[in-house]
């Protein structure tokens, strides 16, 4: 059972049709990283008149699922005065916390403010903290999920200042650049990231960083780069690539060449970018909660589908994680550029076209 499901059990014994006080009053209700599951977005939208929903989702593939539903998200919230919210636990306690701050701030006084999780990802440890700030809270749960309910009062205890003081971003020391809680590697440079960007020779042309994070690669090719014709963030999480780019934008505009930030799923090439004469990258292993090495392998076809002839691939990855066949299999050339003992940083080059790629599959299947 997803959170998604006790969401909607919860949403269901508490606003029947046609019930009096409904747990939310006429007006728009915003939801926090809702799991891309149209279900209870629904049983949400249907229990207030056609009640409009603001849904905040900053993961681009999320955004995606829902948008194919016909469910529309936004990256940032904008409503004020909501009638209610629903916050969705994520994998990181203090942005879930900065996602609560501003779900009380946007909620009127004696509106309903919700906070949903999988006791996997500690759903009760807010509650600690809400009781914590003086909250009084109702919590059902239901097959590994709890959802917590409180009224917003009419002032906001002291405490959730401190929450929403979480949001500011931490400077990364040496660098341009910052962090916010919820980006990968938050508050420190990534050792593997670290190998790559001492590894990469110096680029030319146009350069992109897929899975840019807050943009700790881009800024490493940006320092060593030789005849750079513009630099391109790409990204899923819509927060770290703003920041990203609202760092870079004054450094890479001082070289006179553009950058580009693109909210886009790596996973395939992202149609909004030229071919590029590199890609740096250092792929997730994560889709959401969930550990998988095939995306990492979708960003390597995907950047040979987004190199010119001649393109170059570095990347870099944990040394056990099995890259090399598919490096093999997008690339004409590749070698192993370092090894530190715990990542490996790749250099692929002379990327092989989606037709070639799926002619030499054919050849490798009729000779089996
Ligand atoms: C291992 S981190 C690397 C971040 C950054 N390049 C660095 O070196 O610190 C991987 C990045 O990929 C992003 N990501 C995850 N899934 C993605 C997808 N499907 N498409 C694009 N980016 C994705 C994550 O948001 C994260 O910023």
Redesign the pocket.
């Known amino acids: 059972m997803s959170v998604s499901n006790a969401l909607t059990w919860v949403l269901e014994r508490h606003q029947p049709e046609g019930v009096a006080a409904p747990l939310f009053a006429e007006g728009p209700v915003i939801v926090w990283a809702p799991e891309p599951d149209p279900e209870p977005l629904l049983v949400l939208q249907r229990h207030g008149s056609q009640r409009a929903l603001e849904l905040v989702v900053t993961f681009?593939?999320d955004a995606e699922v829902l948008a194919a539903a016909g469910v529309m998200t936004v990256r940032e919230p904008t409503v004020m005065d909501a009638a209610g919210a629903v916050v969705v636990v994520t994998r990181h306690r203090e942005q879930t916390l900065v996602h609560l701050a501003d779900a009380l701030a946007r909620t009127r006084p004696g509106g309903a403010v919700l906070v949903a999780g999988a006791n996997a990802l500690g759903a009760s440890w807010y509650e600690g903290r809400l009781e914590d700030a003086g909250f009084e809270l109702e919590v059902e749960s239901k097959a590994k999920c709890r959802v917590a309910r409180l009224r917003r009062p009419e002032v906001l205890p002291p405490l959730v200042a401190e929450w929403a003081a979480l949001a500011v971003p931490t400077e990364v020391e040496g660098t341009p650049l910052a962090t916010c809680p919820g980006?990968?590697?938050a508050g420190r440079i990534?050792p593997g990231?670290a190998l790559l960007a001492k590894v990469v020779p110096p680029l030319s042309g146009q350069v992109g960083?897929?899975?840019?994070?807050?943009g700790?690669?881009t800024w490493s090719v940006l320092q060593k780069g030789r005849e750079l014709t513009a630099l391109h963030l790409?990204?899923?999480?819509a927060s770290?690539l703003r920041l990203a780019e609202e760092r870079l934008r004054a450094p890479v505009a001082a070289l006179g060449i553009p950058l580009t930030a693109t909210w886009?799923?790596?996973?395939k090439r992202p149609p909004e970018l030229p071919f590029l004469h590199a890609i740096v990258t250092?792929?997730?292993f994560h889709?959401g909660d969930r550990q998988t090495l095939s995306?990492g392998l979708d960003f390597v076809t995907a950047a040979a589908d987004t190199l010119r002839q001649n393109g170059r691939l570095y990347l870099v990855a944990l040394r056990n994680l099995p890259y090399e066949d598919a490096l093999n299999s997008a690339f004409g050339t590749v070698r192993m550029a370092a090894d530190d003992g715990a990542y490996r940083v790749w250099d692929a080059r002379d990327p092989i076209s989606e037709k070639a790629r799926a002619a030499r599959l054919q050849r490798q299947k009729r000779t089996r």
């Open positions: 681009k593939p980006h990968f590697s990534d990231s960083d897929f899975g840019c994070g807050w700790f690669l790409v990204d899923a999480d770290a886009a799923d790596c996973r250092n792929p997730p889709q995306v």
